[in-house]
């Protein structure tokens, strides 16, 4: 499994991104999900898509600004992100499980991982 993240800019605090996350090949039943990680702190989890019924799940500090969907036609899931805030300034990355787990969020779950695309709020 191949993933490539893109989306990451500079951005003030309150605007908006869109992050993009191309998988290949498909992965089907398996999450994918957006972690992130800021200098000096460890990978968190943000949010994640689970099987292809696409029930999505956030962490508390992001939910109700981020929202994350997938096109499965075209192998792609977004991370909408809306009122950002300097706090949310991190590397983002994509990533695949490793198996069939009810929401998972720990990164040890994942084995498939994408390059990262950065994010920088100021404010």
């Known amino acids: 499994v191949q993933l490539q993240a893109s989306g990451g800019g500079l951005v003030q605090t309150g605007g908006y991104l869109r992050l993009s996350c191309q998988r290949s090949?498909?992965?089907?039943?398996?999450?994918t999900a957006w972690f992130r990680q800021a200098p000096g702190k460890e990978r968190e989890f943000v949010a994640g898509?689970?099987?292809?019924?696409?029930?999505?799940y956030y962490d508390n500090s992001v939910k109700g600004r981020f929202t994350v969907s997938k096109d499965s036609a075209r192998n792609l899931v977004y991370l909408q992100m809306d009122n950002l805030r300097p706090e949310d300034t991190a590397v983002y990355y994509c990533?695949?499980?490793?198996?069939?787990?009810?929401?998972?969020?720990?990164?040890?779950?994942?084995?498939?991982w994408g390059q990262g695309t950065l994010v920088t709020v100021s404010s």
């Open positions: 990533a695949v499980a490793d198996g069939l787990y009810n929401y998972p969020r720990l990164p040890s779950r994942y084995a498939y």
């Open positions: 898509i689970n099987r292809a019924g696409g029930h999505a």
């Open positions: 090949p498909p992965t089907g039943y398996y999450t």
